[in-house]
Nanobody, 114 residues
Framework: QVQLVESGGGLVQPGGSLRLSCAAS????????MGWYRQAPGKQRELVAS???????YYVDSVKGRFTISRDNAKNTVYLQMNDLKPDDTAVYYC????????WGQGTQVTVSS
């Protein structure tokens, strides 16, 4: 059984940086596209960034130029480098594996506040 575990969230001041990690463990038979979503209180979960098995990336407009998604297939890990963080980035961040049966991590809280 495959599990996704996120880490790296926390409290940061506006303009600061955080790096989120999502490690997949278990019997992983293929390299799937991966994504980072976020959900702020009272809002729908939104796709923030995604990366294919070949490394092609997608970003929502609000994070372009500030966030970078990357992956290390040897470590079964996907990362989200977040720079120049803004209060509107405050949310629970989830990673998702776009496998045949999509798999979600448990989420990690990111709070941007002075």
């Amino acid at each position: 059984q495959v599990q996704l575990v996120e880490s790296g969230g926390g409290l940061v001041q506006p303009g600061g940086s955080l790096r989120l990690s999502c490690a997949a463990s278990g019997s992983i038979r293929s390299i799937y596209s991966m994504g980072w979503y976020r959900q702020a209180p009272g809002k729908q979960r939104e796709l923030v960034a995604s990366i294919t098995s070949g490394g092609s990336t997608y970003y929502v407009d609000s994070v372009k130029g500030r966030f970078t998604i990357s992956r290390d297939n040897a470590k079964n890990t996907v990362y989200l480098q977040m720079n120049d963080l803004k209060p509107d980035d405050t949310a629970v961040y989830y990673c998702k594996m776009f496998s045949v049966e999509p798999l979600w991590g448990q989420g990690t809280q990111v709070t941007v506040s002075s």
